[in-house]
């Protein structure tokens, strides 16, 4: 984590935007934050969203050999003893002798405190998951875990999907949820937090095939970030040595993004072998396995597994959004959101309040919003309410002006160019939706005109 970032965008100004414009807050921001927790405003609440769409539907909606589950966050001790996750879901732990502040030893460079170098204790291992009681008794035989990954929730259900859905191999069960994990040090924003969600798939394959979907996976996982915009040059991938690789895991290659303090995990790739079916089968004695009616066997299917935080993937999209572009004597911030996962994908803006524009601003504003999420805004200049929307986003602005009212056409302004266009209103959301999909602005409906010239206010 040692490369500096060669772009515009460092932590604390994303920080700052976030916090301002109302993307991520700190949980319990009145009482003073929860380490490792975050609350999402409301345009973070859009774009998080925006990110697990972008991902069932590549991953579930567009496929025919993967399908989604939506299983509970506490379930029974067992699956963790089985897991691995009780005996081997640790980090090691240090705590310095001075200050008494603890620390992951294998996040540290050297043998002091970070914080006041101070003398560490000797390493111990500490299991991060969260635990709790269920029902009202709070003894031994009532402890659960808030689950620290969903995988196992797909795991149990091998059979119960297989049976319901007769899916022939290979074929995938894809998550999105919650997870919790007891992180020893939490830091660089929602990077490593306490509570967080992931979004992955285990895809059940022919042992013997697994390299080879293994290689598929990474590959397609790749240009999912691309597709979405992500700088391929911020992006590369990690093979980890068979030292560090997690107990289930037979070979996991991490993709690694260029975050502002360095690059660092943004998604993992595991090959999972039959670890967990087979460890699921011998502690439940249900047999969790499949039959292959080509070559009549019996066999326990291989998992490769594509796992990832939507947390730190709308991190890494706001890292990779975030922009600062001279404009006249100003800096102009902007995010280069892919319109699919902008908060917000049109502004309709009056140029005044006059009660005629406003009337008919509001109703394109109302047609609009059936389609997107759109928002309406009518305070100050049109050149500060163009820069407010780039500072979120927002791919497209519609202005609505006196000349509006008797030839019923209206502008487009785009986030990215800044060039307009003149339209018919009657053929306003049929061209936002073809902008959106990605058409160029310059590409014309009947009776548009270019409008080259934008207000700077
Ligand atoms: N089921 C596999 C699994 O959970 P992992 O590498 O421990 O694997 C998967 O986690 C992904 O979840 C990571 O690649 C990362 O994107 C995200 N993640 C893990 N720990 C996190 C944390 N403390 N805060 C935010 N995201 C985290």
């Known amino acids: 984590m040692t490369e500096e970032r060669p772009s515009k965008v460092d932590m604390e100004k994303l920080v700052s935007l976030c916090q301002r414009r109302g993307f991520i807050f700190p949980s319990s921001d009145i009482y003073g934050g929860l380490s490792g927790c975050w609350d999402y405003g409301p345009l973070g609440a859009e774009l998080k969203r925006n990110v697990k769409e972008a991902w069932w539907r590549t991953i579930v909606q567009e496929r025919d050999d993967i399908i989604g589950l939506d299983t509970s966050i506490l379930m029974n001790s067992k699956v963790w003893e089985a897991s691995g996750h009780v005996t081997s879901f640790k980090d090691p732990l240090v705590e310095c002798k001075n200050c008494h502040l603890r620390w992951r030893a294998d996040d540290l460079t050297g043998n002091k405190c970070p914080s006041c170098g101070g003398e560490l204790t000797e390493e111990r291992m500490f299991n991060t998951m969260f635990k ?18 969903t995988a196992q929730g797909m795991f149990v259900n091998f059979q119960n999907v297989a049976n319901t859905t007769r899916k022939r191999l290979p074929f995938g069960i894809a998550q999105i949820g919650k997870a919790f994990r007891n992180e020893i040090t939490t830091g660089n ?6 509570e967080f969600e ?9 042992p013997g095939t697994d390299e080879e979907w293994f290689n598929y996976w990474l590959e397609e996982r790749l240009n999912w970030y691309a597709k979405l915009g992500i700088k391929k040059e911020h992006l590369h991938l990690r093979e980890h040595g068979k030292e560090e690789l997690s107990h289930y895991s037979r070979r996991t290659v991490d993709i690694n993004y260029l975050f502002p303090m360095g690059w660092a995990e943004l998604e993992g790739i595991a090959n999972r072998g039959d670890f967990d079916l087979k460890q699921h089968s011998a502690v439940s004695g249900k047999m969790l396995e499949y039959y292959d009616d080509e070559s009549k066997e019996h066999y326990v299917p291989y998992v490769i597994e594509p796992s990832v935080g939507d947390g730190r993937a709308v991190l890494a999209f706001l890292c990779d959004a975030y922009d600062e572009e001279p404009d006249k004597d100003e800096i102009r911030v902007v995010l280069h959101f892919h319109p699919s996962l902008a908060p917000v994908k049109v502004a309709v803006l009056p140029l005044s309040r006059r009660e005629n524009l406003v009337k008919l601003a ?4 109302a047609d609009l919003r059936q389609c997107w999420m759109v928002s309406y805004d009518d305070a100050q200049s049109i050149g500060r309410r163009y820069r407010r929307q780039d500072e979120i986003g927002t791919p497209f602005c519609v202005t609505i002006d006196f000349q509006s009212l008797e030839d019923n056409q ?10 307009q266009i003149r339209l018919p209103i009657a053929e ?3 061209t936002l939706t073809a902008k959106l999909a990605g058409e160029g602005l310059f590409v014309l409906p009947p009776g548009g005109t270019v409008w080259l010239e934008e207000s700077k206010g």
């Open 132 to 149: 709790t009681f269920i029902g009202p008794v709070e003894d031994d035989a009532s402890v659960v875990y808030l689950r620290p990954e």
């Open 189 to 194: 924003f929602t990077f490593r937090s306490r």
């Open 198 to 206: 992931i979004m992955e798939f285990e895809y059940f394959v022919k």
């Open 362 to 365: 509001k109703e394109i504003y």
């Open 410 to 419: 209206v502008t487009i302004r785009e986030r990215d160019s800044m060039n």
């Open 428 to 430: 306003l959301q049929k």
